[in-house]
T-cell receptor, first 115, second 115 residues
């Protein structure tokens, strides 16, 4: 069982370059999320999706774009990378969040460094 | 402001000993509280989920408690093992318009279990 898979695991970018992070889940979940994790801080929500073809902004959306063209995939794009975007990025998915017992499953993370 | 505060920031214990991690939150409205374990270089994995009406919940050697009146939670680890070395993250779920829940993450407690 793959669960939530993120690609790539590591990446170094130069300031101004663009890249796309891919998240794939094989659990048929409706909800998908992108978070960033910075030292000394809790995970912060960048963007999320409540179903195929939908996206919405989270806490820290500036500088990022997302797309959910297929239910199983959620892409996070950086159009012009900045050093402030150096972070570890986590994708997560869940069946729903309306139910109290619904689990959120996380990928293994992508460590991105912008120099 | 919705916040989740965890203490201590880090903790070192000897194998076989017990420990308790603390979580205080100022989140409203409250939906549920979750504890996650995050191994180094991996994504968070859920340990427990508790709603307003649940005071305690166990998962093997992990026992979480919740006092909704004082907005405090604790995670007790019994008979610690080397594999318990990880960050433990307290997460409070808050419902907002549309029926979607927002997860508010604490910064985590880094636990090191030494032989």
């Amino acid at each position: 069982n793959a669960g939530v898979t993120q690609t790539p695991k590591f990446r170094v970018l130069k300031t101004g370059q663009s890249m796309t992070l891919l998240c794939a889940q094989d659990m048929n979940h409706e909800y998908m999320y992108w978070y960033r994790q910075d030292p000394g801080m809790g995970l912060r929500l960048i963007h999320y999706s409540v179903g195929e073809g939908t996206t919405a902004k989270g806490e820290v959306p500036d500088g990022y774009n997302v797309s959910r063209l297929k239910k199983q995939n959620f892409l996070l794009g950086l159009e012009s990378a900045a050093p402030s975007q150096t972070s570890v990025y986590f994708c997560a998915s869940s069946y729903s969040f309306a139910d109290r017992s619904t689990e959120a499953f996380f990928g293994q993370g992508t460590r991105l460094t912008v120099v | 402001k919705n916040q989740v505060e965890q203490s201590p920031q880090s903790l070192i214990i000897l194998e076989g000993k017990n420990c308790t991690l603390q979580c205080n939150y100022t989140v409203s409205p409250f939906s549920n509280l979750r504890w996650y374990k995050q191994d180094t270089g991996r994504g968070p994995v859920s340990l427990t989920i508790m709603t307003f009406s649940e005071n305690t919940k166990s998962n093997g050697r992990y026992t979480a408690t919740l006092d909704a009146d004082t907005k405090q939670s604790s995670l007790h680890i019994t008979a610690s093992q080397l594999s318990d070395s990880a960050s433990y993250i307290c997460v409070v779920s808050s419902s907002f318009s549309g029926g979607y829940n927002k997860l508010i993450f604490g910064a985590g407690t880094r636990l090191a279990v030494h032989p």
